[in-house]
């Protein structure tokens, strides 16, 4: 990677994670304007439905995506923009596109469990070169550059390289995993997840696959895997684990969630592993709606 490549990167991961942590303010004191200190009591309609009757949206959701939208128009005018509440192409552009989530985990946002995520990745040619993920509850942030490792602040009282647990068992791995919302796709991943269940030290389902990316950076799960995510979910995670040493396997640039494609980040030492038994029991193998 050139040194002008390096440079631009960088630039991209600080804006990815100054563009997070402001969101996140947001979507802090959001929670406690709108909700009860726990459960889903609202003052008033500040909760919607999307693809399913599960799958809420909440006001928080927009008006973080356009807090967002707007802060990266200010820094990056010229670039296009994915994200999860007001869209747009899923199709590879040139330049610099910025694939984001406002708030990923929001039915753990909507129900007070303190485990939802911002998410900014900027992304080249489809590929992510930089990106932050910020825990909002932990006010822990996560972010990465491409070929300049994984970091956090917010774990120790300084900031840390991330790097991936050094096990070589996958007997003894700790797996993430998410279900999606439709129920035909729940049938499967729920079969599937019966299948890997003997094979590992148990399964964890934390309700936000940007987290989950980072927790296998991190160290804090071994595996990750789901079906169905969209670029959103896997476009700042995904380098993130990766750059933190992760084996990782997305989705192709342009796909879509309703294609059912895995996603897949392990540590290092269980990856080859992990994956030939994700391949005996069909867990390669794409989840259509």
């Known amino acids: 990677m050139s040194e002008t490549a390096v440079s631009e ?18 979507v802090r004191s959001r929670r406690t304007e709108l909700f009860a200190p726990t459960g889903t009591r609202a003052a008033d309609a500040s909760v919607s439905s999307k693809s399913t009757p599960t799958d809420p949206v909440t006001v928080a959701d927009t008006e973080t995506e356009t807090l967002i939208r707007d802060l990266l128009r200010r820094e990056r005018p010229g670039d296009e923009i994915l ?5 747009g192409s899923v199709a590879v552009p040139n330049g610099v596109r910025w694939v984001v989530d406002p708030i990923d985990g929001t039915v753990n946002f909507l129900y007070g469990i303190p ?14 070169v930089a990106g932050a993920v910020v825990d909002v509850a932990r006010s822990v942030t996560y972010w990465a550059a491409s070929g300049q490792g ?3 602040s917010g774990l120790a009282p300084d900031v840390v390289r991330l790097t991936c647990n050094p096990i070589a068992d996958p007997e003894l791995a700790l797996v ?14 729920g079969a599937l ?17 940007a987290l989950d990316l980072c927790m296998v950076a991190s160290g ?20 993130i684990a990766a750059e933190a040493g992760a084996h990782v396997v997305l989705p ?10 895995a996603t897949i980040a392990a540590a290092p030492g269980i990856a080859e592993a992990f994956l030939t038994t994700l391949t005996e029991i069909g867990g390669l193998e794409a989840m259509p709606d």
């Not at 990167?9 to 947001?26: K, P, Q, S, Y």
């Not at 890997?196 to 399964?203: A, E, K, N, S, W």
């Open 9 to 26: 990167n960088a630039a991209l991961a600080a804006i990815a994670r100054t563009v997070a942590e402001e969101a996140a303010e947001h």
């Open 83 to 87: 994200g999860e509440e007001a869209g």
């Open 115 to 128: 485990a939802y995520a911002v998410s900014v990745a900027a992304q080249i040619d489809g590929h992510s």
């Open 150 to 152: 994984a970091w956090a």
């Open 176 to 189: 993430a995993t998410g279900f999606a919302y439709s129920r035909e796709r729940r049938v499967q991943q």
């Open 193 to 209: 997840m019966a299948q890997l269940l003997p094979h590992v030290r148990d399964i964890r389902r934390v309700g936000a696959a």
């Open 220 to 239: 804090a799960v071994d595996a990750h895997i789901e079906h169905g995510l969209s670029p959103w979910d896997w476009a700042a995670g995904g380098l």
């Open 252 to 261: 192709p640039a342009d796909s879509r969630s309703g294609e059912g494609h």
